[in-house]
């Protein structure tokens, strides 16, 4: 799972998880680093079991799981940098995780369809994401989305088309000649 | 420029749909698993290989949608389809390619494309 992109989507989908709402992902690029910020308001932690959420293989579900926080903890690390978390228990949770702009810092990948996909798997939940980079800023904002189409879904397929355009064009802004990195 | 007003029109063009078609009842539902194992076996691809072939053919009564783990790790990227009356199938190894022949055959031919599933000798 080495590209930055993947690592939004497993926070996302810990709050998800976690039963959120609404989950805001901000991720600010600079000559120096990579900063990626995901807020929930799910059901948040104990601050004993922040502590083990990161450092452990502790898990709370079914499976061979508790692999997610360590792995992106670990690889922003290799970097220089490192992943915080803060937590409370029935309000929410924040993990931001700084990486070093470097030969161990792992790709974007395809950001995009990252955010497609969350918007519509999860279209009972609201995302806002927002990608910085160099003062460019772009946005994505589901409940934006859902108030000006309702009552048709955000899966229509006119309405996912629509977000896939969008979001090319978007990222192309923000990256430049540098889109084929990021887009499909 | 992608513009908001785009996303009226869509909407006034689906609810002209909506009429023709009423409610459409017979939901079919595609799980794909996005835990921690999912997403590195390549989750992401399959899910928007699906999505994008859904999109493709103006199919709309079928919803893609995250699940959690089924603890089958080693057969990720895992999707489970479900047709209402049907026994629900369970997809394992997924690649982008095996999702566009699964809404071929399973959506829109209505046969299980055997060879993919669970317990299946290739
Ligand atoms: N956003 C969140 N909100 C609440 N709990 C979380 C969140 N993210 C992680 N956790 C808790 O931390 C545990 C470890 O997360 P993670 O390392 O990603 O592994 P996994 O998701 O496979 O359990 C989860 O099982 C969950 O209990
Ligand atoms: S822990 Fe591997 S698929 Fe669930
Ligand atoms: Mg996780």
Redesign the pocket.
């Known amino acids: 799972m080495n590209e930055l992109s993947l690592f939004v989507l ?1 926070l996302a989908e ?2 998800a ?2 039963g959120a709402l609404l989950v805001k992902a901000e991720v600010r690029l600079t000559p120096e680093s990579v900063e990626i910020t995901v807020t ?1 308001d ?4 104990t601050a004993e ?1 922040s502590r083990d ?1 990161v450092n452990t293989d ?4 079914l499976g061979r ?6 792995l992106i903890k670990a690889a922003a690390e290799k970097t220089g940098g490192g992943l915080s978390l803060s ?1 409370r228990a029935k309000k929410g ?1 924040r ?1 931001s995780v700084r990486f070093i702009k470097n030969e161990y810092c792992p790709p974007m990948g395809d950001i995009n369809s990252v955010i497609r996909i969350l918007a519509i798997c999860h279209s009972d939940m609201d995302f806002r994401f927002e990608i910085e980079q160099s003062g460019k800023i772009m946005t994505f904002d589901t409940r934006v989305i859902k108030e000006r189409i309702a009552p048709a879904k955000i899966s229509c397929g006119g309405v996912s088309a629509w977000i896939r355009e969008y979001l090319n064009e978007q990222t192309e802004f923000i990256f430049g000649g540098a889109a084929n990195e990021i887009t499909c | 420029m992608k513009s908001l007003a785009e996303l009226q029109a869509i909407r006034e063009k689906t609810r002209l749909q909506l009429n023709l078609r009423h409610e459409s009842p017979d939901n079919v539902s595609i799980k794909v698993g996005l ?2 194992c999912g997403i590195e076996a390549g989750a992401r691809e399959v899910i928007c290989a699906f999505v994008d072939e859904l999109e493709k053919r103006g199919i709309e009564n079928v919803t893609v949608t995250a699940m959690g783990c089924i603890d089958k790790c080693d057969k990720e990227p895992v999707a489970v389809v479900e047709v209402p009356g049907e026994e629900k199938v369970t997809y394992v190894n997924m690649t982008p390619e095996k999702a566009v022949r699964v809404i071929e055959e399973h959506i829109v031919n209505k046969k299980v494309v055997a060879e993919y599933t669970d317990g299946a000798t290739v």
């Not at chain 1, 502790?58 to 579900?61: C, L």
């Not at chain 1, 799981?65 to 360590?70: E, F, I, S, T």
């Open positions: 497993e810990n709050s998880e976690a929930d799910g059901k948040g932690m079991q959420a502790y898990t709370t579900k799981r508790g692999r997610g926080l360590p937590s949770t993990v | 835990a921690t």
